[in-house]
């Protein structure tokens, strides 16, 4: 009995040890490299999906810059979502985009050259600017005023021309009440337009060519008894998307002191729900609490909201998918609801909260979407090719792991066979020049 607990110790060289520790740790990795999605990916066939994306640990700040330029299309424009088509990328979305990236101060990390290129293709024959380069539409003031912001972050208004534009825009303007219509010769009262005439007059630097005294009347006649601002002019009925805009135009023309201000902050308050400390208006949490810390921090009255749970809100719509913000915190997990608009929703508050440095925490992004100036590839399999066969979309690292574990499984296997034939030799041996019969059990090595 001794004798075969010998040989069987015998059987337990360090060879073994090594081979089946290493064996075992290249076995995990791999377990673990599949979990992740970065070894053997599953694509559908004829599906143009690639592997381009990865988990990563990141600052919050990197992974909203890394989600914004992976919205870059390869002609400069941009789309809402990872999961929009091209066909719908437009002139507000790219707005947006280096309305984010201004504010984080990192629009070197798109390429402007193509975006610039983008918007001056947007410019029609008359001056104006469309919204898109997909569909046939015509020029409007809104479009304008994104495509002015967008040159004065960029500095680049001497790529267009600028002369049309100005005249364009001067066009859409009523000398004699002081509003804008939506284009050019057309009869339209509504006060957001001549918001948007405002923004675009702003950026460019000529406001001057306007007759400010009447602008701002025109604006103040859509202002309410309870503090907030109408559509139209005489109307009673406001509205909090009107009565933020309607701020930010006064604010841009030096008149927004002239405004009710104690009454306009009591109006925002309205709609500010105390016991959970967030704002409500009918939608999802992000952009209702938008226009609210937005306007309050116009009035100078950020005060009288609770700021660090406003701060926790924002921070839990962070997506862990690609970095980018969802419009509340139940859809995080949805790549379909991470999108532009809510992601500048985000920055705009955390910097009217003065609290942007809470984008320098870790963050794990889930996929970290690496910009070619492509359309989205879906990290996982492609809607379009759930009907067809998968196949294996193995990389150069994957058939080096893969082999590596295969050989020294073999490895492994071939010297517990070599040491199963040595036992069996020792043991015949032994039992000889003892001569004594023993009845052999097989042993488990």
Known sequence: ????????????????????????????????EIFKGNLLNTVAKGSSVKPHYYSCNVTRRQAIIDFVAALQ?????????????????????????????????????????ALISYIVKCQTDNGGFVGTLIFDVEPEIAVAADVAYILYRLDAFDRIDRDAFLKWVLGCYHWEDGRFSYKPDEEDYLVFHTVLGVFSLFWMGELSRIDIGKTTQYILSCYCED????????ETNSNIYDTYWCMLALLYLGALNRINIEKTVNYWLNYYDFENQTFIGGGDPLPNCAYGVLA?????????????????????????????????????????????????????????????????????????????????????????????????????????????????LVGVYMLLKREKKRLARRKTKDLKSLNIIYIYNPVII
């Open 1 to 32: 009995m001794n004798l075969r607990k010998s040989s069987v110790v015998k059987t337990i060289t360090v060879a073994n040890v090594m081979s089946l520790f290493l064996c075992t740790f290249i076995a995990n990795f791999c377990i673990n």
């Open 73 to 113: 299309m390869k002609d400069g424009g941009f789309v809402t979502t990872l999961t929009a088509p091209e066909e719908e990328e437009g002139v507000v979305i790219a707005r947006e985009a280096v309305k984010v990236l201004s504010v984080l101060g990192s629009l070197n990390a798109i390429d402007t050259e």
């Open 227 to 234: 503090g907030g601002f109408s559509s139209l002019p005489g």
């Open 296 to 408: 309050l921090n116009m009035l100078g009255a950020l005060d009288k909201i609770n700021k660090t749970k406003m701060v926790e809100l924002i921070l839990s719509c962070q997506s862990p998918l690609h970095g980018g913000f969802t419009s509340s915190p139940e859809t995080i997990y949805d790549e379909n609801e991470e999108n532009i608009g809510s992601t500048m929703n985000a920055i705009e508050m955390l910097e009217a909260l003065d609290a942007l440095g809470v984008l320098d925490e870790n963050f794990t992004v889930l996929h970290k979407p690496i910009w070619h100036g492509e359309p989205y590839e879906p990290h996982e399999r492609n809607e379009q090719g759930e009907e067809g066969d998968l196949t294996l979309n193995l990389t150069f690292l994957d058939y080096v792991v893969i082999s590596v574990c295969i050989g020294s």
